[in-house]
């Protein structure tokens, strides 16, 4: 495509894309906190000054929480990377940095697996998709095992006016559709050049069990530290429900928000619109659970993208 452009043609276009690609991301922040209709980003801002717990011991620890749910994001990704070639700590975390920023506006963070994938020779990057959705789809099950038991309980635990029939039906038609959608893509076996259900199946069976159970116990280890993160935060705000009872909304919360596909920039809304429903329910008001959801993006998607932006701009394309 273009092999007859001039070198440094070909070199100002791609730090074009860098740029573009860290002033997008850095735009829709700016437009996600200040245009935001369910959450105005002064009135945020005062609620944190007058919420006298925010303190700089539980600011250092919630930034220590982050800290800790993206050091175990990047171990993940160094443990599936061994399992083709040894990579430093500090390799897994410019590549899962980088890979966050530019995923910031792509729907459901597809543009991670191109990021990650460029990192590393043509050769090698077919693997290294198949490898980022093995390590997405443990984090899922992990999210999906968990909120469906804490979905259970909470249902059991409080009254909801959900229509149990209508997400019965939607349940069955959803399931119906992608029975059909695997079908149709087995039977294409293609899902994009060079890669097909059956090649990526037959890769996913070579891969030893201990990378299996090494990058599960990380995805559960994440789990665990921002969901209770979370917890933390609404305990700052004065919320005063048991760490049982808010780990039942929360598992929850974060069930069905990861269910419903949307642009990564969108994320905190859905989870906003979620956990606003959940936490009415026993009696959390609105603003308290938007500025809980605000400030874990901030901690876990903005400022992580920050330092992302920073790899993105340093980014050399791997040619061999």
Known sequence: ????????????????????IVVGAFYFIYNKL????????????????????FSLKTISFLIILSFLNWFFEILK?????????KISFYKAMEQSLSSLTASLLTPNRIG????????????????????????NGLQMLVTVLLGSVGLYLFLNEYETDINYHKIARFGVI????????????SKSQVLFKGFSVQKITNYFKQLPFKIYSIV??????????????????????????????????????????????????????????VAVYLFAIVGVNAFTVLSTVTIMWLLNVVIPSVF??????????HKS
């Open 308 to 317: 992302g932006s920073i790899f993105v701009l340093k980014f050399k394309l």
């Open 1 to 20: 495509m273009f092999g007859k452009i001039p070198h440094k043609t070909k070199q100002f276009f791609f730090v074009l894309i860098k740029l573009s």
């Open 174 to 185: 959803i399931s119906f559709i992608a029975v059909i959608g695997y079908i149709a893509i």
């Open 77 to 85: 990704w160094q443990a599936l990377v061994s399992s083709l070639k």
């Open 216 to 273: 599960f116990i990380f995805a559960v280890i994440r789990y665990a530290i921002f969901s209770f993160q979370f917890y933390y935060i609404l305990t700052l705000f004065g919320v005063s429900a048991s760490y049982y009872n808010a780990l039942i909304i929360i598992t929850s919360m974060y069930f069905l928000a990861s269910v419903i596909p949307s642009l990564f920039i969108f994320d905190v809304i859905i989870k906003g619109s």
């Open 112 to 135: 991670e697996y191109g990021v990650k994938a460029m990192y590393y020779s043509p050769s090698e990057r077919k693997r290294m998709v198949a490898l980022n959705l093995l390590g």
């Open 34 to 53: 200040t245009s935001n209709p369910d959450l105005n980003f002064q009135d945020f801002v005062n609620y944190l000054a007058e919420a006298n717990q």
